[in-house]
């Protein structure tokens, strides 16, 4: 058999499962619209009114995601080289505190120019 | 399961970028903990501190025998060495222009006249974020011809990108203008480097590695399926094409260089180019010359696409600024048929055309920055009318590189035309040498022309002057001049330095 045989079936699974569950809940499910249905789903709080003056809205959420996506790259090579650590030995343990002292200075400049702060 | 091996890292080769980096990351902290009113002067130090001593370091590293750091991922020979003094060199005079001409923004996400502005303004507020930013692009630059595999090439290309991203859009006046480039800069490069991800997917595929020696012998004996290596190609050259802003992927630059702050357009002009134009050279000289065949024709067609419309735009253009822009469009057709030359005259004259082309760029966009009124710059053409009765000294300087760019002999311009053309002649591509040469004589026009609006017609506008703010002006006008100059007269020391160097390690 082709190898890739089950890894289409699989696909074809998911996307028929996808499929069905949106079609059942379509044909068998109950209409009845409110105001909370239709209003645009935002981690569920009230969603922003407006942008006032120019069409400016707050960036918060925004700062919170770019300080995520720090720790998220770190955690990316903090990985394979806690699985190397015995192997890499001494040069590992430099070469790793050097690059997350390099990742702590954006921390630190995000910190020092306010972004940690919510108002 | 293979073992992991500790990786040798080269720490001598890599040093000039490590410094830069190290600099770079200064700067962070200088913008993270001192005060305000100390930042500006603090970068003033830092900066070409850091700048200096990599290029002490470059200068050292000379005489290194050509060596592969960080497990062959970076290659430090001839072409790089000189590639990355070339880079210093012009940021450095670039920086001098940055540091004296108020032309950034102080808090750039405000709109102008609103009330974030006015408190900018109130406490005396400078951008200075622009010197870290600028030190991580040079790094990005500086690593971008030294790439020996693909994910080298590509990280040190968005490290290049994402911070003249950002300088693109600082602009003092004109902030929506700025912005709006910013945001066409940002979007036209993810794409293309989308396109260039591709292309490097592409040819991992054709050849089943990233090294480039690995793909260069893949290649050669032709063991892969050619569809791949086409594909690859065609899209990989996408990617590059468009850092170097060749037709028909040049309509982001007048764009931008228009919308940019004037010294930073300078910058991304001069420097940019030679650090897209080696790696260029390395990835079509070193990697692909297998398929010499196959790519020649290609970049035949885009050369001299790149000239003849670079060169009959910039004929229409009213703004000093676009019609550099697209100057600096035709420069790159020239550029190419160096490229297209594929000999050893041809990387040699690259090399020499990228130094003198970015001397005389980055003057020519630093005379742009003195001639003002109260509203700040003035890039209408029109208005630049009878500049020479001004200031004949600061008009002469704008007319001497101009005729640079022409390509008049007395200047470094002709020497690297003349040089670049001959290498495509020797190679025996015929057709791009004439459209070269009919070109430039094209292209001469519209430099006259603006000589001739600054000399030989009465200033319209009075209000219209030309402010010299320091000593750093000065120098980096008369400095940019003088060299032009020297390049043009005595290439000669210049030109066998490049000779003896100019070789590229397979």
């Given amino acids: 058999m082709n190898p890739y045989v089950p890894i289409i079936a699989v696909g074809a699974i998911g996307f028929g499962f ?21 209003e645009a789903y935002e981690c569920g709080i009230e969603p922003s009114p407006q942008a006032q003056g120019g069409g400016r809205f707050p960036i918060k959420y925004f700062l919170t995601a770019m300080l995520f996506i720090i720790f998220d790259i770190e955690i990316v090579f903090l990985y394979p080289w806690a699985v190397t650590f015995d192997q890499l030995g001494v040069f590992g343990l430099i070469e790793m505190a050097l690059f997350i002292l390099t990742v702590f200075v954006a921390y630190v400049y995000v910190w020092r120019r306010g972004g940690l702060e919510w108002d | 399961m ?46 070409p501190t850091t700048l200096l001593l990599a290029l002490f370091q470059v200068f050292a590293n000379k005489d290194l025998v050509t060596t592969n750091a960080a497990i062959n991922s970076v290659v430090i020979d001839g072409p790089v060495i000189i590639a990355q003094g070339t880079i210093l060199i012009l940021t450095l005079i670039s920086l001098l222009f940055i540091l004296d001409v108020d032309s950034f923004a102080p808090e750039a996400s405000a709109l102008p006249g609103s009330e974030e502005e006015r408190k900018a303004l109130a406490i005396g507020k400078q951008q200075t974020e622009i010197f870290p930013l600028l030190l991580f692009s040079v790094a990005g630059m500086m690593l971008f011809p030294a790439a020996n595999d693909l994910i080298t090439l590509f990280i040190a290309l968005e490290v290049l990108s994402l911070p003249l991203y950002l300088m693109a859009g600082l602009s003092r006046r004109r902030r929506l203008f700025s912005q709006e480039s910013a945001m066409k800069y940002f979007l036209l490069g993810a794409y293309s480097s989308a396109f260039f991800i591709f292309g490097a997917a592409f040819l991992y595929g054709y050849s089943g590695s990233i090294q480039f020696s690995q793909i260069r012998s893949a290649v050669v004996g032709s063991s892969g399926n050619d569809v791949l290596l086409l594909i690859g190609i065609v899209f990989l050259s996408v990617g590059l094409l468009f850092k170097v802003g060749a037709v028909p992927f040049h309509a982001w630059t007048p764009d931008v260089y228009q919308g940019a702050p004037t010294p930073i357009t300078g910058f991304m002009a001069a ?26 024709p290609l970049l035949t067609a885009v050369a001299i696409l790149t000239m003849v419309v670079g060169s009959v735009v910039a004929l229409v253009q009213r703004d000093v600024k676009r019609m550099l822009a697209y100057s600096s469009i035709a420069h790159a057709g020239f550029l190419l048929t160096g490229v297209i030359a594929f000999n050893k005259a041809g990387l040699e004259s690259s090399l020499f055309y990228l130094l003198a082309y970015g001397i005389a760029t980055l003057g020519a966009f630093g005379i742009i920055t003195l001639i003002q009124d ?43 035309k003349f040089s670049i053309f001959s290498a495509a002649y020797e190679s025996g591509n015929i057709a791009v040498v004439v459209v070269g040469v009919l070109t430039s004589a094209l292209a001469a026009f519209f430099y006259i022309r603006v000589i001739v609006l600054m000399f030989f017609t009465d200033a319209k506008d009075a209000t219209v002057t030309v402010t010299l703010p320091t000593l750093r002006s000065s120098i980096a006008v008369w400095g940019t001049a003088f060299l032009t100059l020297i390049l043009g007269v005595l290439p000669n020391s210049t030109l066998s330095f490049i000779e003896n160097l100019a070789i590229f390690t397979r």
């Fill in chain 1, 18 to 38: 996808g499929l069905i569950s949106l079609a059942a809940g379509a044909l068998t499910g109950p209409k009845r619209y409110n105001r909370a249905k239709l």
């Fill in chain 2, 2 to 47: 293979t073992g992991f091996v500790t990786p040798k890292l080269e720490y001598v080769a890599l040093l000039p970028m490590l410094i830069i980096f190290a600099g770079a990351i200064i700067g962070v902290l200088v913008e993270a903990f001192a005060k305000q009113s100390l930042r500006k002067f603090i970068h003033s130090l830092l900066t």
């Fill in chain 2, 271 to 296: 420097v940019t180019k030679v650090a897209a134009f080696l790696a260029v050279l390395r990835i079509f000289y070193t990697v692909l010359d297998g398929a010499i065949w196959q790519w020649r």
């Fill in chain 2, 374 to 416: 109260s509203q700040g710059e003035v890039t209408d053409l029109n208005r630049w009318a009878g500049l020479g009765k001004k200031s004949p000294a600061i008009a002469s300087a704008f007319a001497f590189f101009l005729l640079t760019f022409a390509g008049i002999p007395l200047t470094s311009g002709f020497i690297g």
